[in-house]
């Protein structure tokens, strides 16, 4: 099969480097791709938002299998669009799409929708409200009269940086203002949602659906604070272990029945039509699991953890998807365990330079259990140099964690570039 995979992240290398070790993968194309995806495929010039040159590219080409990495173009209805037909009614292009439609996208696209579409299937979150610009002042009344701490989400797509958690009033009514007056995170918050605030351990569990079948490929736990003892601005992730300590079978149990279970069913009830992964990002509070949200897509850097542990033919799983297999198929996962850790640029996540020469990649070992995914880099020339906050992810896998996350830390000690940092405290809490 011909695949296209859009994206240029450490996701995207990770799913990448999994989709050419199948059996199934005859050329692999990358939407734009980086120095890492290079590696395994080839990549190509085109946004990730260019529907239209995406559709050209995949019937020039012969694209079997497009598999889209980040949430934009999902919630922008790169599906639908893809489903479109001439007015004979054949489709322009007659492949698979590794991804929700545009109403399902919702999911992630929309905080408030998400929400209202747990409580119809009584799946079980935190409890909310939201406001926007009309209704600003009833907005302030439930903050002031709210319990502490609080949390304040942007409904839109905000980069994974459109929640604020406040621990006094004041301040949340600061980034309520801010959000909705001031435009914080553009057009994501004209709307803000208003939750309570759950005191747990978070953790995300990755399922593929068509909608009605699915099949769990992996559970993780990411750090998304910029500082050590998870203190500081939030990021979009700096490390990752995977599998989750305390998810045992009895608690992956509960997460199938009160969680996976009637969201797969009300997608069916909705109509919504899902075939992609869902990304569960949930809360264990006491000894049960809530909803923090969904994503409809992977994340990063879950991926880099996830996607080396994954045993089965990632292709054939996306055939087994479309065919109405899912259910049938067996999924293989390494009994060992993944930890990543994520090299960012001096400044991150706020303003940071970039085009700055990273050195030491070629000094890694060449093990099958270490694995460097390229994130924000680009080459000048023949250098390889940073081109975004968060660079390189630095995946080991180990029997035990604490071996994981030293071989993983080890391995970043090889890289170099000026200002670089990374937590050397992933997975602490566990060790």
């Given at each position: 099969m011909n695949i296209l995979l859009l994206g240029s992240g450490g996701r995207e290398h990770a799913l990448a480097q999994k989709i050419a070790e199948s059996y199934h993968c005859q050329q692999l194309f990358i939407a734009p791709g980086n120095p890492g995806?290079?590696?395994?495929?080839?990549?190509?010039?085109?946004?990730?938002?260019?529907?239209?040159?995406?559709r050209n590219f995949c019937i020039e080409q012969n694209i079997d299998i497009l598999v889209v990495g980040p949430e934009e173009p999902l919630v922008n209805g790169i599906y639908d669009f893809m489903q479109q037909t001439h007015v004979d009614g054949q489709k322009y292009w007659d492949g698979i799409v590794v991804g929700p439609s545009k109403k399902a996208a919702q999911l992630e696209g929309s905080k408030e929708f998400s929400k209202q579409f747990m409580q119809r299937h009584h799946i079980p979150t935190a409890a909310y409200a939201s406001f926007t610009a009309e209704n600003f002042e009833a907005g302030k009344q439930y903050i002031q009269q709210h319990s502490l701490p609080i949390v304040l989400k942007a409904d839109g797509l905000a980069a994974g940086k459109g929640?604020?958690?406040?621990?006094?009033?004041?301040?949340?009514?600061?980034?309520?203002?801010n959000m909705i007056q001031h435009a914080q995170f553009g057009n994501a918050s004209k709307k803000v949602v208003i939750e309570e605030f759950l005191?747990?351990?978070?953790?995300?569990?990755?399922?593929?659906?068509?909608?009605?079948?699915?099949?769990?490929?992996g559970h993780a736990k990411d750090y998304k604070r910029i500082g050590e003892g998870d203190t500081g601005l939030n990021t979009g992730g700096m490390g990752c272990i995977s599998p989750v300590p305390f998810v045992d079978d009895a608690f992956m149990q509960k997460i199938e029945t009160t969680?996976?279970?009637?969201?797969?069913?009300?997608?069916?009830?909705?109509?919504?039509?899902y075939n992609g992964f869902i990304f569960f990002g949930?809360?264990?509070?006491?000894?049960?699991?809530?909803?923090?949200?969904?994503?409809?897509?992977?994340?990063?850097?879950?991926?880099?953890?996830?996607?080396?542990?994954?045993?089965?033919?990632?292709?054939a799983l996306f055939a087994a998807m479309h065919n109405g297999t899912l259910g049938d198929a067996n999924i293989n996962i390494d009994s060992r365990t993944a930890a990543t850790i994520?090299?960012?640029?001096?400044?991150?996540?706020?303003?940071?330079?970039?085009?700055?020469?990273?050195?030491g990649l070629e000094n890694i070992p060449k093990q099958e259990n270490i694995k460097v995914f390229h994130a924000g880099t680009t080459l000048n020339g023949n250098q390889l140099v940073t081109n975004g906050g968060r660079v390189l992810a630095v995946t080991a896998l180990?029997?035990?964690?604490?071996?994981?996350?030293?071989?993983?830390?080890?391995?970043?000690?090889?890289?170099?570039?000026?200002?670089?940092?990374?937590?050397k405290d992933i997975g602490y809490e566990f060790l």
């Open positions: 995806t290079q590696q395994v495929g080839t990549n190509v010039n085109i946004g990730i938002n260019d529907f239209e040159a995406i929640v604020v958690i406040c621990n006094d009033h004041t301040s949340a009514l600061q980034v309520f203002e005191t747990g351990i978070e953790l995300s569990v990755f399922v593929l659906t068509n909608g009605e079948d699915y099949q769990i490929i969680i996976i279970q009637p969201t797969i069913k009300g997608l069916q009830e909705e109509q919504l039509v949930l809360i264990k509070v006491g000894n049960n699991p809530f909803v923090i949200e969904y994503n409809c897509r992977m994340g990063d850097p879950e991926t880099e953890v996830v996607m080396p542990r994954l045993q089965t033919d990632l292709v994520v090299a960012v640029s001096g400044g991150y996540p706020e303003a940071y330079a970039k085009n700055i020469p990273i050195y180990a029997n035990h964690l604490p071996e994981a996350i030293n071989l993983s830390k080890q391995t970043l000690q090889n890289i170099t570039f000026k200002d670089i940092y990374y937590r």
